[in-house]
């Protein structure tokens, strides 16, 4: 029983696995399709998203609400 359950557990990682290169490949095909101005725009939102988690976090830290 146990060995089954290893096996099973192993599939789920192997198939996440596939999944998240899928998806990463999907994500490039398309971000390659767009116009540079496009891809500016993406790119800053992106970081821009990013900033504001790493506050969300460090409020979280300091218990800001």
Known sequence: EIASC???SEMCIRD???G???ADALVNEL?????LRD???LLWMGM?????RK?????QQ???A
């Open 6 to 8: 290893l096996v099973g």
């Open 16 to 18: 996440s696995i596939d």
């Open 20 to 22: 998240a290169h899928a």
């Open 31 to 35: 971000f390659d399709s767009l116009d």
């Open 39 to 41: 891809k500016q725009t």
């Open 48 to 52: 821009g998203m990013a900033a504001v």
């Open 55 to 59: 506050n969300d976090r460090q409020n």
């Open 62 to 64: 300091d218990g800001v």
